[in-house]
């Protein structure tokens, strides 16, 4: 069992950066898939980014292109969503999740965070 701690979140002005982490426990994510996902009040679930296992290959939502960055640390066992340029739009509860794969689909994934949230003021 995969277990995923998400931490950095809080309060961020529009226009300012946070940096979201999201750590394993138990056992190391090198054979996983990993992705962001945030829900917004009142919205739907969405595709925030993805980074695939092996290659690192990158993926994005429409949304979040050119502003966010997906990166992962292996030798911290570490996720990082890199937020810059946020707007208040941005404003959501963000969870990361482990999976075979990369995919922009919330249902490819096994293993969910809690979430953690991130408000921005304008």
């Known amino acids: 069992q995969v277990q995923l701690v998400e931490s950095g979140g809080g309060l961020v002005q529009a226009g300012g950066s946070l940096r979201l982490s999201c750590a394993p426990s138990g056992r190391t994510f090198t054979n996983y898939a990993m992705g962001w996902f945030r829900q917004g009040p009142g919205k739907e679930r969405e595709f925030v980014a993805a980074?695939?296992?092996?290659?690192?290959?990158?993926y994005y939502g429409d949304s979040v292109k050119g502003r966010f960055t997906i990166s992962r640390e292996y030798a911290e066992n570490t996720v990082y969503l890199q937020m810059n340029s946020v707007k208040p739009e941005d404003t959501a509860v963000y969870s990361c999740?482990?999976?075979?794969?990369?995919?922009?689909?919330?249902?490819?994934?096994?293993?969910w965070g809690q979430g953690t949230q991130v408000t921005v003021s304008s």
């Open positions: 980074i695939s296992r092996g290659t690192d290959n990158t």
């Open positions: 999740a482990a999976g075979p794969a990369a995919s922009s689909h919330y249902s490819s994934y096994y293993y």
